[in-house]
Nanobody
Framework: VQLQASGGGVVQAGDSLRLSCAAS????????MGWFRQAPGKGREFAAI????????RIADSLKDRFTISRDNVENTVSLQMSSLRPEDTAVYFC??????????????????????WGQGTQVTVSS
């Protein structure tokens, strides 16, 4: 699976931003796709995932009031809609894909090693 992320940029606190990830190379029905993020000097952090076949989602508790994840079965894209952005949301956002089963629990969902494919990352910078 090849993943191409886009949509990052520089925004002000309180703004919204939509990230998109285009997937190609395989049928996605057997995958869970989603987003991690990595702030400067920190490890890669789980943000949100969606199980492609059913559309069920998991979103990090700290983000669920502001972030939503969705997929487009026709365009083979997964999107992360971010609202009320804060400076602490500044990070490189990575699109990822793994086996459908990673959705099964929070522990499996949050483990980067469970994901087989990663996009190149897109920078989101939120200024105060």
């Amino acid at each position: 699976v090849q993943l191409q992320a886009s949509g990052g940029g520089v925004v002000q606190a309180g703004d919204s931003l939509r990230l998109s990830c285009a997937a190609s190379g395989r049928t996605l029905s057997g995958y869970t796709m989603g987003w991690f993020r990595q702030a400067p000097g920190k490890g890669r952090e789980f943000a949100a995932i969606i199980r492609w076949s059913s559309g069920v989602t998991r979103i990090a508790d700290s983000l669920k009031d502001r972030f939503t994840i969705s997929r487009d079965n026709v365009e083979n894209t997964v999107s992360l809609q971010m609202s009320s952005l804060r400076p602490e949301d500044t990070a490189v956002y990575f699109c990822t894909a793994g086996p459908a089963g990673v959705w099964t629990s929070w522990r499996t969902a949050a483990a980067t090693g469970n994901y087989h494919y990663w996009g190149q990352g897109t920078q989101v910078t939120v200024s105060s």
